[in-house]
């Protein structure tokens, strides 16, 4: 690369940076804000969140200050803090529920909780948020442009809070007996999960995990309680296969249903 082009890049470098710190020691909030708005399309999101937080503090009350709070929003959503954002989008959208900028606030609050959504295994609160956010976004304006976007995101928060209580109630079975009868805890949380959630793709593996803790339940209970809780280990078995005529599980399922109707029989 030429000497003198490394030269002009850094002049100009130099130059951006000598304006900007110029226009943080400026008195003008109008500069700040034409500056700020400069920062955000150039993608300098820090620079525009630096200056916008300044601004919408003195623009409250004035023309400029429903634009300012937006891209402040939007420039800590661009900038990947979720948080900040939403916090910000919720701010803009209550002080202006018919402003300018609402749909869009409403759908950025909760598609970025949905993108800072964590893994399964941690604390699903912000999956929750993500939820009421879109859910709310949905309610407010069902012929948005955005609303199979919302929906499948939904969708997707739905089958990790499911996923959740697959793995709680998959705890709880591989912890059979001990101290206590866990097989029953285990059919508790499936099928509320079912019940909350019943469209989710884990349906049938919470519905399966229910078959096998009430065998289990049943196999392992003195033999005065064994008949009646096989008999409601046939009842599950029977929900499922119908469910899941075809299913990959009909095997294991069938086997259970073998030995259950022994004890039925008997």
Do not use: W
Request: with cysteine; net charge negative.
């Amino acid at each position: 690369m030429p000497k003198y082009f490394i030269l002009l890049i850094s002049v100009l470098l130099l130059s951006s940076c000598g304006e900007y710190h110029r226009v943080q020691k400026s008195s003008d909030y109008d500069y700040k804000f034409s500056y700020a708005k400069k920062a955000f399309e150039e993608k300098k999101y820090m620079q525009s969140i630096t200056l916008l937080s300044e601004v919408v503090t003195v623009f409250k009350g004035t023309p400029k200050a429903e634009e300012s709070l937006y891209l402040l929003a939007l420039s800590h959503y661009e900038n990947k803090d979720y948080i900040s954002s939403g916090a910000y989008f919720h701010t803009y959208y209550t002080r202006y529920p018919k402003g300018k900028y609402t749909e869009l606030a409403r759908f950025y609050s909760g598609y970025g909780y949905y993108i800072d959504s964590p893994e399964s295994q941690l604390d699903q609160t912000g999956t929750i948020k993500a939820i009421e956010e879109l859910q709310a976004f949905l309610d407010y304006f069902p012929k948005s442009d955005k609303v199979s976007i919302a929906q499948q995101a939904i969708f997707e928060l739905q089958d990790k809070l499911t996923l959740k209580e697959l793995q709680n109630a998959q705890l709880y079975y591989n912890l059979g007996n001990y101290m206590g009868n866990n097989y029953e805890s285990a059919v508790i949380v499936a099928k509320n999960a079912i019940k909350d959630y019943p469209y989710s793709k884990y349906k049938e593996e919470l519905e399966l995990l229910v078959l096998k803790a009430r065998y289990q339940e049943a196999s392992q209970s003195v033999d005065e309680k064994k008949a009646d809780r096989f008999r409601i280990v046939l009842d599950e078995y029977y929900s499922y296969i119908n469910n899941y005529p075809d299913s990959p599980n009909k095997e294991e399922a069938d086997n259970i249903y073998k030995i259950a109707s022994k004890y039925i029989s008997e």
